[in-house]
């Protein structure tokens, strides 16, 4: 059975820095493309980075781009978001997601991870 687990999440400062890390039991990230995502309390869930399994190619929305950095670390099976400058909006839980290569929805979703960005 495949499974998706998120670490990483914290407490921290306005300005502070986070790596969020996702990594999977029964697959190996290296043929999916992950992407990351956030549910802050009130709101809809909302796409923030991805990274194609065909040529490792990270896309990014405007809201995180220059700030967050997804990357794959092949030998431990993970894929991490990189987050600097973070900001009060960035609290949320955040979830790491998979789609096999050549296909276009997502069907294996972790539970997340808690992000909270306070003074």
């Known amino acids: 059975q495949v499974q998706f687990v998120e670490s990483g999440g914290a407490l921290v400062p306005p300005g502070g820095s986070l790596r969020l890390s996702c990594t999977a039991s029964g697959a190996t990230l290296y043929y999916y493309s992950i992407g990351w995502f956030r549910q802050a309390p009130g709101k809809e869930r909302e796409g923030l980075a991805c990274?194609?399994?065909?040529?490792?190619?990270?896309e990014y929305v405007n809201a995180v781009k220059g700030r967050f950095t997804i990357f794959r670390d092949n030998a431990e099976n993970m894929v991490n978001l990189e987050m600097n400058n973070l900001e009060f909006g960035d609290t949320a839980v955040y979830y790491c997601?998979?789609?096999?290569?050549?296909?276009?929805?997502?069907?294996?979703w972790g539970r997340g991870t808690q992000v909270t960005v306070s003074s």
């Open positions: 990274i194609n399994s065909m040529d490792d190619s990270p």
């Open positions: 997601a998979a789609k096999w290569r050549g296909t276009t929805d997502y069907v294996h």
